[in-house]
């Protein structure tokens, strides 16, 4: 197979892999009906552990189900049949929720825990491709996740109803979270270590430029004095600010190019307080680094004067110093 025709061959393969997977997906979505709600409201409901349990690649897809609920809040984990079997059932307590995915509902491994968990009290409720199932006549709730193709062409491989399990699983965690009224600040408490956990918990103080390398200059600094402060600050900016400290204002490079523009030869005469921008937007310390972002990405601009309650400079917060 000469290059043109294996490129071929991959593009065909992928939209296709891609287009029945979307289709089977959205085949789930005349699905959802009581059985969903009932599915949603137990997890809701449940005084003690989601614990996810499946086998092969639905138990890979039941990892990610987990966790995602324990994102939320929700506290669940995953355990394995095979280690359940010889042990790991110690973990699970007569309060807790047991949800079991298998596509055929007759998996050996996953079947063979039923027994334990009815003994123990625990609700099971369920995934699979087949309503008729062993899984599905043991659970009090099931939810039918089956398809009519698979992405793989040999009809072997698990793919679309991998991507189905998972979808449906996320609709789960989302109507869960929904219903729990999970907001930004707990699903950040959980996330202490990503982009938006930082922007959520952190504040502004945490973020800022402070000290020596804030860029400052009097009003009364000439044009050619304004253009070094701002270029050794490497900030595009200088603030402007009496004896005190207080704030006066900003210039920025767009005023400089402005100003040259406007007062053309007069420009060299100007000094700081001709040059500048009054009343800046400012933040505070204690503002959420969130919240300060958002400000600078709804009005366009690249950094936030950090000012206290008497309009005296703390420092300056640069445009997405959290993301890394």
Do not use: W
Not at 78 to 89: I, K, N, S, T, V
Not at 112 to 133: A, C, D, E, R, Y
Request: hydrophobic share 40%; aromatic share 4%.
């Amino acid at each position: 197979m000469n290059t043109s025709s294996q490129n071929e061959l991959i593009i065909r393969s992928a939209k296709d892999v891609l287009k029945i997977e979307s289709e089977q997906i959205l085949l789930q979505h005349e699905k959802v009906g009581d059985a969903f709600i009932n599915m949603v409201k137990s997890i809701t409901s449940c005084k003690g552990k989601l614990i996810i349990s499946g086998m092969g690649k639905s138990g890979i897809i039941g990892k990610k189900i987990s966790a995602t609920f324990s994102s939320y809040g929700i506290q669940s984990f995953f355990l394995h049949p095979g280690e359940a079997y010889h042990g790991d059932l110690g973990m699970v307590g007569k309060d807790d929720l047991v949800l079991l995915i298998s596509n055929s509902g007759e998996t050996d491994e996953v079947l063979k825990l039923i027994p334990f968990f009815q003994h123990n009290g625990n609700t099971i409720v369920s995934m699979t491709g087949n309503v008729n199932s062993s899984l599905a006549l043991n659970s009090k709730f099931t939810l039918d996740i089956s398809i009519k193709q698979e992405a793989c062409p040999l009809q072997l491989a698990p793919t679309a109803s991998t991507t189905v399990t998972l979808a449906v699983g996320d609709a789960i965690a989302v109507a869960a979270m929904k219903i729990k009224g999970v907001k930004e600040e707990l699903f950040a408490k959980f996330h202490p270590g990503g982009s938006l956990g930082r922007k959520l918990l952190q504040r502004v103080k945490d973020q800022m430029i402070t000290g020596e390398l804030v860029p400052l200059i009097k009003p009364d600094a000439n044009a050619i004095d304004t253009i070094h402060a701002i270029s050794d600050g490497r900030l595009g900016m200088v603030v402007v600010v009496d004896e005190s400290k207080k704030l006066l204002g900003i210039v920025t490079d767009g005023d400089i190019r402005r100003s040259t523009l406007i007062e053309k030869e007069n420009f060299i005469h100007l000094d700081a307080s001709k040059l500048m921008t009054e009343n800046p937007v400012t933040t505070f310390e204690d503002e959420r680094l969130l919240d300060a972002e958002k400000k600078m990405d709804d009005l366009r601009i690249h950094q936030l004067v950090v000012v206290d309650k008497n309009q005296k400079v703390q420092g300056i917060l640069p445009y997405r110093t959290s993301i890394n």
